[in-house]
């Protein structure tokens, strides 16, 4: 079986601190993506890689980065948290071969 | 750009009853479609995926269709039970595989 793991279930940060969100994925696949899903807004992508070092913008990349050093975890970063990052974020993962995507239990965060 | 729309928004239905849930989207070059599933606070589980060549997939009890010409796909629950209760989301994988889009869900109660 597939498995997605993320660092945090739960998170709860202030302000302007620097947050990290870990996610490891243990199938050897070439893409994995971040999400985040809001009530309302339904899930949006904010950043894939599709190999190691490599990544590309998705449609709400403002405030966040990301790092790829290994092929197995990507980390999505947010510089200087704000109120409006306050979100359930979602990992996943997918084969270059059919695309399917698998995701992990996600991380809620919180910032206060 | 994309857009996947899935209608109604909730339903309920008695044990037993079939289930069908809706899934439109605009742009019909896509790469696959994916099915999930997602628990209250929880992560997505992958259900179906289907291929844009494929008309359709199953898995159990589960069967999902598609319709690129018309922009649809449909997922068909038979025999449904009250561990069904979750709600059910779509994604459209953009041509080049990657991406995908998701629609807003539905919210599927089987009552008792």
């Known amino acids: 079986d597939v498995k997605v793991t993320q660092s945090s279930r739960y998170l709860v940060k202030r302000t302007g601190e620097k947050v990290f969100l ?9 893409n994995m993506f971040w999400y985040r899903q ?15 070092k490599m990544k590309e913008k998705g449609d709400i990349p403002e405030g966040y980065s ?7 975890r990507f980390s999505l970063i947010l510089e200087s948290a704000s109120t409006n990052q ?27 | 750009k994309q857009e996947v729309t899935q209608i109604p928004a909730a339903l309920s239905v008695p044990e037993g009853e079939n289930l069908v849930l809706n899934c439109s989207f605009t742009d019909s070059a896509i790469y696959n479609l994916q099915w999930f599933r997602q628990d209250p606070g929880k992560g997505l589980t992958s259900l179906l995926l289907i291929q844009s060549s ?30 069904d209760s979750a709600t059910y989301l779509c994604a459209a994988g953009g041509a080049a595989g990657n991406k995908l889009t998701f629609g807003g869900g539905t919210r599927v109660l089987v009552k008792p």
């Open chain 2, 54 to 83: 494929q008309r359709e997939q199953t898995s159990g009890r589960l069967n999902a269709s598609l319709d690129k010409s018309s922009g649809r796909s449909t997922l068909y629950i038979a025999a449904s039970q009250p561990g």
């Open chain 1, 22 to 30: 870990e996610c490891v994925q243990d199938m050897d696949h070439e």
């Open chain 1, 38 to 52: 809001d009530p309302g807004l339904g899930l949006r992508l904010i950043y894939f890689s599709y190999d190691v």
């Open chain 1, 86 to 112: 306050t979100s359930m974020y979602l990992c996943a993962s997918g084969t270059a071969l059919t695309y399917e995507q698998y995701f992990g239990p996600g991380t809620r965060l919180t910032v206060t």
């Open chain 1, 66 to 72: 990301v790092s790829r050093e290994k092929k197995e």
